[in-house]
């Protein structure tokens, strides 16, 4: 027996809330599976020790319809791709028809896919309920990120009497970022009270955001994430007491390595991205509610700092 998931859209946050299902189908079948997704999904790194995932395969289609695997020539490609792998069954986690006739061209018998065409979904629902349909089993929404734990950064284990936390200053776009001195501040304010450690999880493309946090005060205290890969991140987030920062996706690799966090939402929806892990507590905009915030709200300015400066001690506390 041999199972592919197709898992096509973008970003680790993406990746890590589908990790569950693909687990699910894993352990049913008593085998590991092969993955179909994008490399911007970062799978290779995040699920690189994961006995779960026999094979992951690269998707290259592109916003532009430049990738490999886009327009026609891309599709046959994608099907001789696929064809050569003799797959017995897929679960496709999307309602496109692209994937139903690439999957049935390439020769693979059983298909489980979402309903066809559907237009507008909830990313954890859509999936919880399509996967418990499939498996005839209750399947929990929170993801796990397996690694060797052997890997720890023994460097951070001196901290007795401090605590290490892990900084959301990223995020895939402006309106979802709280602004950088907002941060400064709070890392200050925090190391009045607790000491601390702060990690900076951000890359190459926020480069001026970490000069702004290295130069500042508190700049003595805080470690990078720019130079190192995604995979050489995961056990230093793992040794952090808290994550703090932005809906990006190191806030779901925090929450999938079982680290407490508290996650600002200022411009993308709560109950899609918020609710399905016990590790995720909120901050909102005020005026707002979970349920009404959405990819437009553009809240960042609404953030109380003294409510996330509440809510940081009491979570490290």
């Given at each position: 027996?041999?199972?592919?998931?197709?898992?096509?859209?973008?970003?680790?946050?993406?990746?890590?809330?589908?990790?569950?299902?693909?687990?699910?189908?894993?352990?049913?079948?008593?085998?590991?599976?092969?993955?179909?997704?994008?490399?911007?999904?970062?799978?290779?790194?995040?699920?690189?020790?994961?006995?779960?995932?026999?094979?992951?395969?690269?998707?290259?289609?592109?916003?532009?319809?430049?990738?490999?695997?886009?327009?026609?020539?891309?599709?046959?490609?994608?099907?001789?791709?696929?064809?050569?792998?003799?797959?017995?069954?897929?679960?496709?986690?999307?309602?496109?028809?692209?994937?139903?006739?690439?999957?049935?061209?390439?020769?693979?018998?059983?298909?489980?896919?979402?309903?066809?065409?559907?237009?507008?979904?909830?990313?954890?629902?859509?999936?919880?309920?399509?996967?418990?349909n499939e498996l005839n089993t209750i399947i929990s929404t929170q993801p796990h990120i397996i690694f060797k734990e052997k890997q720890i950064n023994n460097n951070q284990k001196n901290k007795k009497n401090s605590k290490n936390i892990c900084l959301g200053i990223s995020a895939s776009g402006p309106t979802k970022r709280w602004g950088i001195k907002n941060y400064i501040k709070l890392c200050e304010k925090i190391n009045d009270q607790v000491t601390c450690k702060f990690f900076l999880?951000?890359?190459?493309?926020?480069?001026?955001?970490?000069?702004?946090?290295?130069?500042?005060?508190?700049?003595?205290?805080?470690?990078?994430?720019?130079?190192?890969?995604?995979?050489?991140?995961?056990?230093?987030?793992?040794?952090?007491?808290?994550?703090?920062?932005?809906?990006?996706?190191?806030?779901?690799?925090?929450?999938?390595?079982?680290?407490?966090?508290?996650?600002?939402?200022?411009?993308?929806?709560?109950?899609?991205?918020?609710?399905?892990?016990?590790?995720?507590?909120?901050?909102?905009?005020?005026?707002?509610?979970?349920?009404?915030?959405?990819?437009?709200?553009?809240?960042?300015?609404?953030?109380?700092?003294?409510?996330?400066?509440?809510?940081?001690?009491?979570?490290?506390?």
């Open positions: 027996m041999k199972v592919l998931v197709i898992q096509p859209k973008i970003g680790m946050g993406d990746m890590i809330i589908y990790l569950p299902y693909i687990h699910a189908i894993s352990k049913h079948y008593k085998i590991p599976v092969s993955i179909l997704v994008k490399d911007n999904s970062r799978a290779r790194d995040l699920l690189n020790d994961d006995d779960h995932i026999d094979e992951i395969l690269s998707l290259d289609r592109t916003k532009e319809k430049l990738g490999t695997h886009d327009g026609i020539s891309g599709f046959f490609q994608l099907i001789k791709k696929i064809k050569s792998k003799k797959y017995d069954k897929v679960f496709i986690f999307h309602s496109s028809v692209r994937y139903f006739l690439i999957s049935k061209l390439s020769g693979i018998k059983h298909i489980a896919q979402y309903p066809l065409f559907q237009k507008k979904d909830n990313i954890i629902t859509s999936a919880k309920i399509f996967t418990e999880a951000a890359g190459k493309n926020d480069q001026n955001l970490v000069n702004d946090v290295l130069n500042s005060k508190i700049g003595n205290n805080c470690k990078s994430f720019t130079n190192l890969s995604i995979k050489e991140t995961l056990p230093i987030i793992k040794d952090c007491d808290l994550y703090i920062g932005n809906d990006t996706g190191w806030l779901h690799i925090a929450s999938g390595l079982g680290v407490k966090c508290l996650a600002l939402f200022m411009d993308s929806p709560v109950m899609a991205y918020g609710k399905y892990s016990k590790n995720i507590s909120i901050v909102i905009p005020e005026g707002e509610t979970e349920e009404t915030t959405t990819h437009d709200t553009l809240g960042k300015d609404k953030i109380s700092f003294d409510k996330v400066l509440k809510e940081s001690i009491k979570l490290l506390n």
